[in-house]
Each structure stands twice: as structure tokens, then as C-alpha cells.
């Protein structure tokens, strides 16, 4: 048989009935979108993870407090916690450590801010003139804290956007008192909006000297965290065991296993992210995939139903010396044919549908060319597999049986 006809009955074969035809299509159409689109959402999701990360700062090693049970498992909150790091740890490791641009020692709590009649509920960051570099944050007016403010525990504070909306609305906040804890600060800053959300949104936040957060506001002077700048991303890994090694010695612990302290760098907390939101996704995508194997079923229902319909035309076509494998090649082009038209509308239609989660529902989504590509090869081999049977039953067909079928 000729590839042109080959081409031409299955095309007449597949338009013979274009209502059953479509409604098998759409069966794959579905299932193909569902997948692009879970997929889109899930990669979506992954990407805006480590962009967000990736904002919080650059070569970013973070030393947190708490008592580290073990390798592979979780920080206690108990022994330790917000307890353990003190500014002397800070000076010790930008003293001691090599490969280090800048530290930044960081004290954080939520307090109450008031302006007027205006009041919100924020994270307040005890932070030194070094922040800025670590942290990767730009001011849009004003001026950050400085050493001078630090030294002399002056009560200014720089506001992050969107605890400057809430309390001053469109007007400039610079020079303007704002009551944190019961306590007057002057607005010396605004930084500019890096994003986030919830209890991740870096913008909801404002920062004060930490000499004035220790004294006025905490009253003591343990530390949050400390965030380390890494020279370059080679040395990240170097930096992160001479601060283990460093505060080790600081705080007088031979066992590592008993550390009172947990260092992670950035490139863990991208790469722990990236493995739950790629669980998410494969999750996602798995969900979606039924719905392919529902519509392979379809197909396989169709052509079953096809080859009993035309059951005299097999036998005719065997009967004036057409082969078995004629009679295979024949209606398993219809049944690739229908999941290659699915297919195509099926990317269309994922595609729509992740645009329209990211423009309506706000959820970022990311197609890949991957995700297309395992569409199409998803499609056609739900095609050839389900296919394959109803194809291989029309080719054993006896041609003096099927000739004699009413």
C-alpha cells in the first residue's frame, strides 16, 4: 500500500463520522491539556520558589539558632533556640573566615506599628549597614541605616513598601514619626519592592539599627540569624564549613552533632524547594494523566467499534489481495491519526488554559518546551498502543468470514 493512500483512507475514514470522531479526539484533547497545564502550574510554582530565594540575597549562607538533632533532620525549636547566637559570633566570623564579603547579624520580631489611625502588624529587622549588600536590597528614597546610627542607638527606621502603603498611603513618609512598641522612630528610608507573599512577603517589613532593636525593643541581644555574602558561589561550600568550624570553637562545642546552631547556604534551601515543588509537579501531572488513559480507552473503544462496522470492507480488501499487514498499517494510522489531532488541539488548549490560571488566578505558570514535547510523544504513543489491538484483530479477520458478516 502507498503512502498516499494510506493518507487519503484514513482521512476519509476518520471524517466518515465526524461527531463520534470529535468526541473521541476530545477525550485526548482533555487529557493533553490537563498535563500541559498541571505540568505549567507545577514548573510555575518551582521557578517563582528559587527566584525568591535567589532575592533574598547573593552567595547567601544563613546561620540560624537551634539545637541540630542530626544530618537529614529538622532544627529543634527547643535547646538553643533564639538563644544561641550573640553579636560577638557575628565578629568573630567576619574576623575569621575566609572567602567572606560581608555578615550581617539580624534580629526579628513582629511588633505593632502606629501612625495616627493607622496601624499594622509587621516584622521588625534589627539589621547594620551591611544588610543592603547581603540581602541584595535597593532604597527607592531615602537614605539605610548607617554606622552613625548604629553607634549612637538612634531610633530611625527604613520602611519596606508595603508596610509604607498601609501607613502612609501615597504620601511620603520621610521625616514622619512612626510608634513601633510604644516607642518613636523617625522614617528615614523606603526600599524598593522585591516581592512575595504571606509571611514570605520581603516588602511587609521594616528595619531599625540593631543596637536600637537590642535595646529598646527585644531587650537583649541574641540574634535571629545571621546572614553571610559568600565571595563567589566556588567558595560557598568552603565559608560554610569554616562557620560551623568558627562557631563551634566560639561556643565551645566539640561535637558537631551537638552544635547549637544550623548553617545552611542558599543553594540547599534552592535545592530542598526544588525537590517538593517537583514532587508537586510530577503530582500534578500524574493527577492529569488518568485523564489520558480514560482517552486512549476511547480510542480503543472507537476502533473496536470501527472494525466491526466495516468488517465486510476488511474481508473485501483481503479478498482482492490486500495483506495483514495492509489491514494493520490502515487502522493503526486512524488511531495515531485521531491522537495526533488531539494532540495538537490539546497543546492549544493547555496552553490557553495556563495562561489563563496566570491571568485570572495570579498563579505564575511556566510552559516548557519538554512538556510539549512529552505531549506529542504521550499522544502518539497512546495512539500506537491502543491502537495496536483493534488494528491486529482487523488484520486476523478470515476473508471468507468477513465477507459473510451481516
Same mark, same amino acid.
Given at each position: ?297 476511547? *480510542? ?81 504513543? *497512546? ?16 476473508? *471468507? ?6
Amino acid at each position: 500500500m502507498l503512502i498516499s493512500d494510506l493518507f487519503e483512507e484514513t482521512y476519509f475514514a476518520i471524517t466518515a463520522n465526524k461527531a463520534r470522531t470529535g468526541l473521541t479526539i476530545l477525550g485526548i484533547v482533555i487529557g493533553i491539556s490537563s498535563v500541559i497545564a498541571m505540568i505549567a502550574i507545577g514548573q510555575g510554582a518551582q521557578a517563582s520558589v528559587a527566584s525568591n530565594i535567589q532575592s533574598i540575597g547573593s552567595n547567601l549562607i544563613l546561620v540560624s539558632p537551634g539545637f541540630q538533632r542530626g544530618i537529614g533532620q529538622q532544627v529543634s525549636t527547643g535547646r538553643g533556640n533564639a538563644t544561641s547566637l550573640k553579636i560577638e559570633d557575628a565578629t568573630a566570623i567576619a574576623s575569621k573566615v575566609d572567602g567572606v564579603s560581608a555578615v550581617s547579624p539580624e534580629l526579628s520580631r513582629r511588633y505593632q506599628l502606629i501612625v495616627g489611625g493607622k496601624n499594622t502588624n509587621t516584622q521588625v529587622v534589627g539589621v547594620t549597614d551591611k544588610y543592603l549588600q547581603v540581602r541584595n536590597v535597593q532604597l527607592d528614597t531615602g537614605s539605610f541605616i548607617t554606622t552613625a546610627h548604629l553607634s549612637n542607638n538612634s531610633k530611625v527606621v527604613v520602611l519596606g513598601p508595603t508596610t509604607k502603603t498601609d501607613l502612609f498611603g501615597d504620601s511620603d513618609p520621610i521625616g514622619q514619626s512612626v510608634r513601633i512598641n510604644r516607642i518613636e522612630f523617625k522614617v528615614v528610608g523606603v526600599t524598593k519592592a522585591k516581592g512575595g507573599t504571606g509571611f514570605a512577603n520581603q516588602d511587609d517589613q521594616v528595619f531599625v539599627p540593631l543596637s536600637a532593636a537590642t535595646r529598646f525593643l527585644a531587650g537583649s541581644d541574641n540574634l535571629s540569624n545571621i546572614s553571610i555574602q559568600a565571595a563567589n558561589p566556588e567558595v560557598m561550600s568552603l565559608v560554610q564549613e569554616q562557620v560551623t568550624a568558627v562557631l563551634l570553637d566560639e561556643h565551645n562545642i566539640i561535637d558537631p552533632a551537638d552544635a547549637d546552631f544550623n548553617v545552611l547556604n542558599q543553594s540547599d534551601i534552592v535545592a530542598a524547594a526544588s525537590s517538593v515543588t517537583g514532587i508537586f509537579t510530577i503530582l500534578l501531572a500524574s493527577i492529569a494523566g488518568i485523564s489520558l488513559l480514560v482517552g486512549g480507552i476511547g *480510542i480503543m473503544n472507537m476502533m473496536l467499534t470501527t472494525v466491526t462496522e466495516r468488517t465486510r470492507e476488511i474481508g473485501l480488501r483481503k479478498a482482492i489481495g490486500g495483506t495483514s499487514r495492509d489491514i494493520t498499517l490502515q487502522f493503526l494510522a486512524e488511531a495515531v491519526m485521531l491522537t495526533f489531532l488531539g494532540g495538537i488541539f490539546g497543546i492549544l488548549l493547555g496552553w490557553l488554559l495556563a495562561f489563563g490560571v496566570t491571568k485570572f488566578a495570579g498563579i505564575a505558570t511556566q510552559i516548557s518546551v519538554s512538556s510539549i514535547l512529552l505531549a506529542c510523544g504521550v499522544s502518539a504513543g *497512546i495512539g500506537i498502543v491502543f491502537g495496536f489491538y483493534p488494528a491486529r484483530r482487523a488484520s486476523r479477520l478470515s476473508p *471468507i468470514e468477513a465477507l459473510r458478516y451481516e
